[in-house]
């Protein structure tokens, strides 16, 4: 199986106009995205709350996290990240790829644009 990696924009939702580029691993089985803690620093993202993570040999950490703005191309997001330590992967998540409108092709590998639909009621004319 082959890896997926992609270059984005990360940061802060409040100033949207100052980014840096990062490049990810995308891991369609991980929820968050995971950004080195320095790069978050400079963009002045700060974490909101401390969460407890499952590895998957069944150990556990605990990581920062909180809320980042995504860019690709002229496709822009906000989702969850988690603060990167030293060792672990920059990863690209689940939820930062459906907040950017996209999923990833498990067997092309590449990603291709996700529906958007608004769930509701059917209005009458």
Known sequence: MG?????LEV???ARPDV????EFLIDSGAV?????APVLARLDIRPLTEETFRLADGSTIRRGKGIALFKYGDRIGGADVVFGEPDDAVLLGALTLEALGLSLDPLRRNLKPLPLIIAGGVRDG
Do not use: A, K, W
């Open 3 to 7: 890896l997926t990696v992609l270059e």
């Open 19 to 22: 980014t840096e580029r990062v």
């Open 32 to 36: 968050y995205s995971v950004v080195p």
């Open 11 to 13: 940061g802060n939702p």
